[in-house]
């Protein structure tokens, strides 16, 4: 548990900082889908792990545009309002 000064002060600045992150973040979404929201940007970003995982185990590497097609999948299985 942080009690001195200094780790409380970078504790909650970091948090503040995350919150403006995610934010911008999901501002960016908005411009399409307005119903976009934290969870949806917690498993977009949790499906974008999961896709780069599974390409890592593939002998040869998918064209780009099947990459997108396959993360486009994976997004939507997790998300709330982004499908």
């Known amino acids: 548990m942080n009690v001195k000064e200094v780790p ?14 995610s934010q911008a973040l999901i ?3 908005n411009k399409d889908n ?9 498993a977009y970003f949790r499906g974008s792990k999961y896709v780069n995982e599974i390409l890592k185990l593939l002998p040869q590497k ?3 545009i099947l990459i ?3 993360f486009t999948q ?4 997790g998300s709330i309002n982004g499908g």
């Not at 409380?8 to 992150?21: D, E, G, H, S």
């Not at 119903?35 to 917690?42: A, E, R, T, V, W």
């Open 27 to 29: 501002q960016n979404v």
């Open 62 to 64: 998918p064209d780009q």
């Open 74 to 77: 994976i997004m939507k299985m």
């Open 8 to 21: 409380v002060t970078n504790a909650a600045n970091l948090a503040f900082f995350m919150v403006n992150v």
């Open 68 to 70: 997108q097609q396959i």
């Open 34 to 42: 307005p119903d976009f929201g934290i969870k949806d940007l917690k």
